[in-house]
T-cell receptor, first 109, second 115 residues
Framework: DAKTTQPNSMESNEEEPVHLPCNHS???????IHWYRQLPSQGPEYVIH???SNVNNRMASLAIAEDRKSSTLILHRATLRDAAVYYC??????????FGGGTRLMVKP | EAQVTQNPRYLITVTGKKLTVTCSQN?????MSWYRQDPGLGLRQIYY???????DKGDVPEGYKVSRKEKRNFPLILESPSPNQTSLYFC??????????????FGDGTRLSIL
């Protein structure tokens, strides 16, 4: 299975944009890029997903590199409630999500 | 409200005593799945189901059983629990068509402790 690489942790100031990187150099042409986040004591929560084009929704934006070997999740204005572990995942045909270690985002007031 | 409901949320039990963790979704999703989450190992898939009466093994199926008799329910069964099954368990569901690529919705988790 194609794997993803993310930094273990990142820090941000409240109200500032956050760019969370993800490398997936072995991605296949049919793998979708999904982002989930997990707040303390909760189940993972879907954030956004895409295939080739950049995507925007009410939670975040997803920027996908032209060669698809990397992507960036963008939170436009971080709030304290955005402090969570963010997972970048490649979705295979069986719909199995393989969660790696994720990036722990800390937001400072 | 669209949701995935797991019960119980917490359970402490003893080795060998059969238990069932229920999972129910109200979104008419075809696909349902069970994961376990352990420190340092992330989430790992146990079993999944593409539709009623269709189930398959994930990465770590040993010691678990599932059934999918109805679309909304996907119980996880531990016939003879052992301490290495102490973990945090999550159920998830999603649409399978037009392709199993859509977002998965997760329950709030069940914390199992097997003594």
């Amino acid at each position: 299975d194609a794997k993803t690489t993310q930094p273990n942790s990142m820090e941000s100031n409240e109200e500032e944009p956050v760019h969370l990187p993800c490398n997936h150099s072995t991605i296949s042409g049919t793998d979708y890029i999904h982002w989930y986040r997990q707040l303390p004591s909760q189940g993972p929560e879907y954030v956004i997903h895409g295939l080739t084009s950049n995507v925007n929704n009410r939670m975040a934006s997803l920027a996908i590199a032209e060669d698809r070997k990397s992507s960036t999740l963008i939170l436009h204005r971080a709030t304290l409630r955005d402090a969570a572990v963010y997972y970048c995942i490649l979705n295979n045909a069986g719909n199995m999500l393989t969660f790696g270690g994720g990036t722990r985002l800390m937001v400072k007031p | 409200e669209a949701q995935v409901t797991q019960n119980p949320r917490y359970l402490i039990t003893v080795t060998g005593k059969k238990l069932t963790v229920t999972c129910s979704q109200n979104m008419n999703h075809e696909y349902m799945s069970w994961y376990r989450q352990d420190p340092g190992l992330g989430l790992r898939q146990i079993y999944y189901s593409m539709n009623v009466e269709v189930t398959d093994k994930g990465d770590v199926p040993e010691g678990y059983k599932v059934s999918r008799k109805e679309k909304r329910n996907f119980p996880l069964i531990l016939e003879s629990p052992s301490p290495n099954q102490t973990s945090l368990y999550f159920c998830a569901s999603s649409f399978s068509f037009p392709g199993p690529r859509g977002p998965q919705h997760f329950g709030d988790g069940t914390r199992l402790s097997i003594l």
